[in-house]
């Protein structure tokens, strides 16, 4: 029995939660009924372009928007970064005009006159030595005695160097809204955001700032539907506040403001870069005995995040780490599914397998012998999941040590990884409303980032009230509802199933008030079965839910769900665990990948068809950032040379190329830690567990990330098997 | 991503197109499948006053065999070859070739003729017309002429049709006893162009020495070209896994090679001479009885 009144009910009672239920807005998705912030016209709309840098980095002499503005058709011009600006980035935004339509627009951000002073630029950090004042320390630290372990004659060391370049995010639907005035003081946006309730008051506050008076309870901000954001949709961003100022200059006419594609890669997300010389040493027998890595990375403009190194294992009795942060013109990095973490991981379990190889142990050995060192509550996560990995991905038939011995140019590897993230549930709210008729509605200003939000809430309350999930109106995307945090640090299905259970509990108990004088007994003596208010172990004594309701008589219930709240719904720390095999052509340098296999821990699932999903997701974006993605910068001219998407791959289904296995811990030792964020772990391991699949094919280490062909025949020309 | 304005034509002849492309002269472009002509116009790298689409010229749509060749039309569209049973059966490299090509969308409106006329360096159809020795039937006012395979690729999108000219048809020889052919192709992996493709129709002799073969290559330079430096090497010799290993190292001999942020030069040749290697042995597997 629950002892705690929003407790989740115990297995076996627990209806839709924990099974597969499809998309509830699935059929509007895949019919272009769901209309998204780039489908969104207006009437009356304008639209807004700007007039962005070409230097990388470079000081404004000059700026006259004031040809624009006379061109035919532009109803609106601003200047957004006045004489006496640095820009740091190509691509950052001068100025803006609002037209009539796409092309005048177009037309006439060429008239607008900008003079720059042209200042020097750095875009390339992968040389640490050639970076230099733009270095700056990032931290430095030592835990026990590395330089003895180090030094101890019985040690077997192995050094690397590891890298995985700025990547960015290169959102499907690219980043921008749609602003109108309604009147003089009051707005509204379509949005392509990730925090819809967080919008309204940074618009309010820039705007403010530039003396235009509106008070945040006066701006609404709309998003049903968004064509990803990776932790790069938080900000309303400056073009965002661009599009509100070009309407109120216009009239309060709407203004859409969408990126263009290159727009978008230049400067709507970059990952921080991560380089960096590893050393490290364990006893013959194959227990780690120490870390040492000299560490450096790019985070644009600003400092990089600092990695967690050494990943997982953080209890290595001897750690010394030194990271530098190097200052570049690449454009301002954003959060990408579970900042710092990739990186990490990558560097980490790529130099931990190099040393299995170089102990002549079997990786997937090696990682059970030392996963001791990883924080005490994962161990036995990790233990399972290694052991069920190996089964899955038939370890013992497939690994061999470092090379593929047999003839021909195709190479077969195996490769494993594991990861951790938080993803406890974020501060919000929700509305949970019975009415007389039985119809159930439950509304937050929460968003679905693509984790199924809507679902989650359908079967959290349907699950409470013993209804059909499709009986559950889903009503979220919007500002005006209940405030909701976020979509970001996989914090949405965690707080959207709490705050859901939390109100509906609350509404349920409110309805069985209500219905129990009718039925003779007391509310607590009620339960909600079958579609059926009913006496507890007793259905011949029940009212159908609509009869119950209606013993509401003009009543309509309604109730707050919050998060946090009482009672534990949901904890944080998830483990995974993943395997990679790959072929590699070592004549064409070619990755091919045959399978990969996730095994992976969310606490309580709400529903696995959409955790699934999740990991496949975020196996489909390791392949992409694994093998294709980088940002490819030029220094002479400061710029991004790969700006579109023919040469910024994603990946698609068919360079997936194999099959997909996954696997959710669930039961005994999972659910009862509640609902934990699953968004952004299964995005971590691929880079790792490939590049080791990668080494144990063909016998070398491919030192960085993405593992293009280039980077693949220069490993073997300097030695592998092949 | 919107084009220029301009005159769009919809010809119900042979005859009426060929009056209607010599009226315009430059000012007018034919369009087959567009699928090479439509983007370009989108990214306004092209503006035709006047777009001639041959679409409606159905004669122009057939694969048949006569005289001891196999003819096909130019308005024949990638899936048609693709599918096409006497292919399969008498020159497998074409279907071959089709199957490589963009996606299902792009070869059920993109045309073998349209292909060959745009000539583009990273095409499939170049390198496999070159490898089967193939003729192009040029019309124009003044008549029709069939022009070699080898003399048709002039240099970077440039191909020997005259001003006034239109493709109407590809003719080849089907597969003779005792030979094997095929197309092998890396992708571009975005684009699905080729990085490298290579075709290859490989003939033996009584004596299973190499009596014959010809090698096409494109997505390596400016224009589609016929490995000749590899051919010479192979030629009445043979075919020992030594000697194509050899022969195709010069795969790319004396070509200015295309270089980009996906394969460098360096990278495009290497390719060139994995791929050639790859297809004849190929060829050979299938010319060995």
Known sequence: MASCKYDWPAAGQRDAIGKSTDRIDGPAKVSGRAKYTYDINRPGMLFGKMLTCPHAHAKIKSIDVSPALKHPGVKAALVIQDVGSEIQWAGDEIAAVAAVDEATAEDAVRLIRVEYDVLPHLVREENLSKDGDRAKPAGEQKVGDPDKAFADPEAVISEGFYGIPVITHCCLETHGNVVEWRGADSILTHSSTQNVSGIPSQLGAALRAKKINVQDSNIETICQYIGGGFGSKFSIDRWGVVAAELSKQAGGKPVKLMLDRDEDLEVAGARPSYFGHVKVAASKDGTLTAWSSETWGTGGPGPSGVPPVPYILTNIPNIYKKHTSVSTNIGPARAWRAPNHPQACLMTLAALDDLAAKLAMDAMEFLQKNIHLAPSYLVNTYQQELSKAAELSEWSKYWHPRGDKTPGHLKRGLGVSLHTWGGRGHAGSCNVIVRPDGSVTVQSGTQDLGTGTRTVIAVVAASTFGLPVDAIQVEIGDSRYPFDGASGGSTTVGAASAWTRRGSVDALNELFAAVAPSLGVQANQLEARDGRIQVQGNPSKSLSWKDACAKLGAKTIHTVGKNPGPCNLGSVGVGGVQVADVTVDTETGKVKINRLVAVQDCGLIIDKLTAESQVYGGLIMGVCYSLFEEKVMDQTIGRMLNANMEFYKLAGIGDIGGELIVHMMTGPGYDERGVIGLGEPPVISPGAAISNAVANAIGVRVSQLPLTPRRVLAALAKGGIA | ?289
């Open chain 2, 1 to 289: 991503m919107i084009p220029e304005p301009f005159e769009y034509h919809s010809p119900q002849s042979l005859e009426e197109a060929l009056r209607l492309v010599t009226e315009f002269g430059e000012e007018g472009k034919m369009m087959a499948g567009g699928h090479s002509l439509l983007p370009m116009m989108k990214l306004r790298l092209a503006s035709p006053r006047h777009v001639i689409d041959l679409g409606r010229l159905s004669e122009l749509r057939y694969i048949r065999e006569s005289d001891g060749w196999i003819e096909i039309g130019a308005l024949t569209t990638h899936f048609q070859i693709e599918s096409s049973s006497l292919l399969r059966e008498k020159c497998p490299l074409l279907p071959e070739t089709a199957r490589e090509i963009g996606d299902a969308q792009v070869r059920n409106l993109g045309t073998l003729g349209g292909s060959l006329a745009h000539a583009d360096p990273a095409a499939d159809w170049p390198a496999a017309i070159l490898a089967l020795d193939a003729e192009i039937r040029a019309n124009s006012a003044g008549g029709e002429r069939w022009i070699a395979a080898q003399d048709f690729f002039v240099g970077l999108m440039t191909t020997a049709l005259a001003p006034g000219e239109i493709l109407t048809a590809v003719r080849l020889p089907p597969l003779p006893r005792r030979a094997g052919d095929t197309y092998l192709k890396l992708r571009q992996p975005a684009s699905g162009f080729a990085v490298v493709g290579v075709g290859v129709r490989l003939a033996l002799n009584e004596a299973a020495h190499i009596e014959r073969v010809a090698i096409g290559v494109t997505g390596i330079g400016p224009k589609a070209y016929r490995a000749a430096a590899v051919e010479r090497e192979l030629l009445g010799k043979p075919p020992t896994a030594r000697r194509l290993a050899e022969a195709a190292a010069r795969a790319a001999d004396g070509v200015q090679t295309n270089s980009d942020l996906f394969a460098s030069a360096e990278y495009r040749k290497h390719l060139a001479s994995v791929y050639v290697r790859r297809a004849l042995e190929l060829a050979l597997e299938r010319a060995n009885p």
